[in-house]
C-alpha cells in the first residue's frame, strides 16, 4: 500500500463519501485511490470553487468537506475558499501535495515549488499537518478528524510529499474511525446558569451557527417555549428556530421596533456566536447585561467586542445542544418559570419590522416573499455577496437548520454557483436555488460546466445590473464614483446555454417567482437573468 492509498483508506474509513478537487500532477495518485475505493471524486475547473463546494457540503450535512489540491498553484487557489470555511467554522480538510522532501527550501525549480506552502495553508486554516512517511498518516488524519468532531469547527490541512504519497507504508494499516466525544460543560457554572435563568423576569435567546453546528434546533425551541422568550439569530443562525414560530425574531434585533421589545429583557441565553460586524449591524445589538453564554470554543469569550459584550456573564464551555439540555432538565425540576414575553408582543413587533420595510422597499420585499413561496420548507438557498442577497440576510424567511448559506465570515463573492452544487451534491433530492450578482457570477460561472457533468439540477437566480453593485453604492454615497465602474459583461442567457444549462431572461421581477418555481419543477440545471438593479436594504442606507 502506498501512502497516497494509505490516505484513500483512512478516508475511507472514516466513512467520507466524495471529494472535491482537481488532479494535479502530484495529487493524482490519491484521486486515483479514492475512486478505486468508492468515495466520489467531483472534479471541477478551478480549485477556490472545490473550497467552496466542500465548504457547503459540510454546512448542510455537519459532515467533513474535502478538497484535493496539487502542489504550488493548485494549493494557492483554494485560499479563498479555505479561508472562509474558517471565518464560517466550517469542517474542511484541504489535502495538499508537496515537492519530494530533499528539495523543500531548495529553490532548484522544482515543478509547482512555492516558498512556504505549509505556512501559506496555515494562515487560513486552523492547523496544516505535514507527514514525512506513509506510516504518519493514518495518525495525523485520526488527529485532524478528531480535533474537526470536538473542538470548534474549523479547516485543517494535510500535506503530503509527492515522494511519501509513492512510498510503500512499512507497518500494517491501521485507522480507528474517529467518533464525537461531546465536551460537558462545568457542573458548578452549569448549576448557576440555571439559577440565573431561573430568576429572570423577561429571558431572551440569541443564537448563532454554533447552535446549528450542535443540532441545537429542538433544545432551543423546548427553552424559548417554556420560558416565553424570543429567539434572534445571527445570519449564520438562520433556521435555527423555524421563522415562522411565534418566538422567532430572526436576524431583526437591530430593526427599530424590535429594540424597545429588547430594553425590557433582563437576560440574554448566548448560544453558539461570535457577534460579527453583520449580524448584529455593526455592533449596534443592544442585548440585556446578563447573560448566561455557551460556546464549544471557550476561547471566544474573551473575543467579542466590547460595544456588545456582556458585563455579567456566566461562561459554559461545551457542547450547545446538550449544555441546553441539561438546561431543560434542571428547568424542569422546579415549580415556576419565568414570566417572559407575550406571544402577541413578539409577532406585533416583527410584523411591524416587516410592514414598515414592505411600505419603504416594495418590490424588494416581494421578491423576498415570493421566491419564499415557490420553494419548499426544506430547500437550500446558496447567496453570493450581491444586492439581493443582502435583502436575504435578514428578511427571508428560513425554516429549518442547515439551509441558508452566505460567504458570511469573509465577505468573499463567487461564492454562490459552487456552493449551490456543492449542497446539491450533499443533498440530491432538496431543491437549491443560487442568487448571483453578475459580478460574483464570473469568479466561477466555469462551474456550471461541472453541473452539467454531474448534473446537478440547481437554479440560479442572476441578477444583472453590471456593477459590483454593494460596491458603487458605498462610493456612490461617499460621492467617490469616477464614471468608470460599470462592468462589461457577456450575454448570460447565451453563455449559459453554451455550456449546456436551460437560460432564461425575465424582463421585471414579477415573473421571477412563475419562472423560478418552472425552473424547480423543472429539475434541471438553470439560469435565469434578472436585468434589474434593486435597491440596497435599509440597514445599508
Known amino acids: 500500500m502506498t501512502g497516497a ?50 465548504d457547503a457540503y459540510a454546512r448542510v450535512t455537519g459532515k467533513v468537506g474535502i478538497v484535493l489540491a496539487g502542489t504550488g498553484a493548485g494549493a494557492a487557489a483554494t485560499m479563498v475558499g479555505i479561508q472562509e470555511a474558517y471565518c464560517s467554522s466550517s469542517p474542511v480538510l484541504l489535502i495538499v501535495s508537496q515537492i519530494e522532501q530533499a528539495h523543500l527550501q531548495r529553490g532548484w525549480g522544482d515543478l509547482h515549488e512555492v516558498k512556504n506552502q505549509h505556512r501559506l495553508i496555515s494562515n487560513v486554516t486552523e492547523a496544516c499537518y505535514d507527514v514525512t512517511a506513509p506510516a ?14 470536538n473542538e470548534r469547527p474549523r479547516p485543517y490541512g494535510l500535506e503530503v510529499p509527492v515522494d511519501v504519497l509513492n512510498a510503500k507504508l512499512d507497518t500494517p494499516f491501521a485507522y480507528q474511525p474517529v467518533a464525537r466525544t ?44 417554556r420560558l416565553n422568550a424570543p429567539v434572534l439569530t445571527s445570519i449564520k443562525g438562520k433556521g435555527v428556530l423555524s421563522e415562522a414560530h411565534d418566538l422567532s425574531l430572526g436576524n431583526l434585533g437591530t430593526e427599530g421596533p424590535v429594540q424597545p421589545l429588547l430594553e425590557q429583557a433582563d437576560l440574554a441565553i448566548v448560544v453558539g456566536t461570535r457577534f460579527s460586524n453583520r449580524s448584529t449591524g455593526r455592533w449596534s445589538l443592544r442585548l440585556p447585561p446578563q447573560w448566561v453564554r455557551i460556546d464549544i470554543d471557550a476561547q471566544q469569550f474573551a473575543k467579542t467586542h466590547p460595544d456588545i459584550q456582556g458585563h455579567h456573564v456566566v461562561e459554559l464551555a461545551g457542547d450547545a445542544r446538550i449544555t441546553l439540555e441539561r438546561i431543560l432538565g434542571e428547568l424542569d425540576k422546579q415549580s415556576s418559570c419565568p414570566q417572559g414575553f407575550e406571544r402577541s408582543e413578539v409577532i406585533r413587533v416583527k410584523r411591524q419590522t416587516l410592514e414598515s420595510v414592505k411600505v419603504k422597499y416594495p418590490a424588494e420585499v416581494k421578491l423576498l416573499n415570493d421566491i419564499r413561496h415557490v420553494m419548499k420548507r426544506d430547500a437550500i438557498v446558496a447567496n453570493d455577496s450581491t444586492v439581493a442577497t443582502y435583502w436575504m440576510r435578514r428578511y427571508f424567511e428560513v425554516f429549518e437548520p442547515r439551509t441558508f448559506l452566505w460567504a458570511m465570515g469573509s465577505g468573499t463573492i463567487g461564492f454562490g454557483l459552487p456552493s449551490a452544487i456543492g449542497a446539491k451534491l450533499a443533498k440530491p433530492d432538496r431543491q437549491v436555488l443560487a442568487l448571483c450578482g453578475d459580478g460574483g457570477f464570473l469568479f466561477s460561472c466555469q462551474e456550471l460546466a461541472t453541473a452539467v457533468k454531474y448534473r446537478v439540477a440547481i437554479v440560479v437566480l ?51 417567482s412563475k419562472v423560478v418555481e418552472k425552473a424547480l419543477t423543472r429539475n434541471r440545471l438553470t439560469v435565469i437573468e434578472v436585468p434589474v438593479a434593486l435597491r440596497p436594504p435599509p440597514d445599508l442606507s
Do not use: W
Not at 448549576?191 to 431561573?198: D, L, M, N, T
Not at 457577456?490 to 432564461?504: C, K, V
Open 136 to 149: 504518519d498518516i493514518p495518525q495525523s488524519l485520526q488527529t485532524i478528524f478528531s480535533r474537526m468532531e
Open 182 to 225: 461531546p465536551t460537558l460543560p462545568d457542573a458548578q457554572k452549569l448549576a448557576e446558569a440555571v439559577e440565573r435563568i431561573a430568576r429572570a423576569r423577561r429571558p431572551v435567546i440569541y443564537a448563532g451557527g454554533g447552535a446549528i453546528t450542535s443540532g441545537a434546533g429542538q433544545a432551543i425551541e423546548r427553552l424559548a417555549e
Open 462 to 512: 442572476l441578477f444583472n445590473d453590471h456593477a459590483f453593485g454593494i460596491v458603487d453604492y458605498g462610493q456612490r454615497k461617499e460621492g467617490h464614483l469616477f464614471g468608470d465602474e460599470a462592468l462589461v459583461n457577456p450575454d448570460f442567457i447565451a453563455l449559459a446555454r453554451s455550456f449546456g444549462a436551460d437560460a432564461e431572461r425575465v424582463d421585471s421581477l414579477e415573473q421571477i
Open 5 to 54: 492509498e494509505t490516505v484513500a483508506e483512512c478516508l475511507k474509513a472514516q466513512g467520507v463519501e466524495l471529494l472535491f478537487g482537481i488532479r494535479g500532477l502530484h495529487i493524482t495518485a490519491v484521486a486515483d485511490a479514492v475512486k478505486r475505493r468508492g468515495i466520489r471524486f467531483i472534479e471541477v475547473r478551478h480549485e477556490q470553487s472545490a473550497a467552496f463546494m466542500a
